[in-house]
Nanobody, 120 residues
Framework: QVQLVESGGGLVQPGGSLRLSCAAS????????MGWYRQAPGKQRELVAQ???????NYAESVKGRFTISRDNAKNTVYLHMNSLKPEDTAVYYC??????????????WGQGTQVTVSS
């Protein structure tokens, strides 16, 4: 089993900042990629940002220049630094990790989600 635990969501005013964290634990041999997705009410889940082995990143167009994803490999933790938040960033944010277990089988796991609300 691979568990992902997210933290850092909350209510913030437009223009504000938040940092989300996601820690992976359990039967992990290697994590190949970690990322953040979000789902707003009535909309499909969408990729926000992803970081893969070697440090390459990619972002949704809507968050480029405002959000930064980073990873602490020693802690199996990924962060999402969100600046200049807008009401349209309001959503449940989910962490995702994909990699290989110690049993050399692949995994793809999701966190439970954390609510981010941008409102005045």
């Amino acid at each position: 089993q691979v568990q992902l635990v997210e933290s850092g969501g909350g209510l913030v005013q437009p223009g504000g900042s938040l940092r989300l964290s996601c820690a992976a634990s359990g039967n992990i041999f290697r994590i190949n990629a970690m990322g953040w997705y979000r789902q707003a009410p009535g909309k499909q889940r969408e990729l926000v940002a992803q970081i893969i082995s070697g440090g390459n990143t990619n972002y949704a167009e809507s968050v480029k220049g405002r959000f930064t994803i980073s990873r602490d490999n020693a802690k199996n933790t990924v962060y999402l630094h969100m600046n200049s938040l807008k009401p349209e960033d309001t959503a449940v944010y989910y962490c995702n990790a994909a990699g290989v277990r110690r049993t050399l089988t692949s995994f793809a796991s999701w966190g439970q989600g954390t609510q981010v609300t941008v409102s005045s």
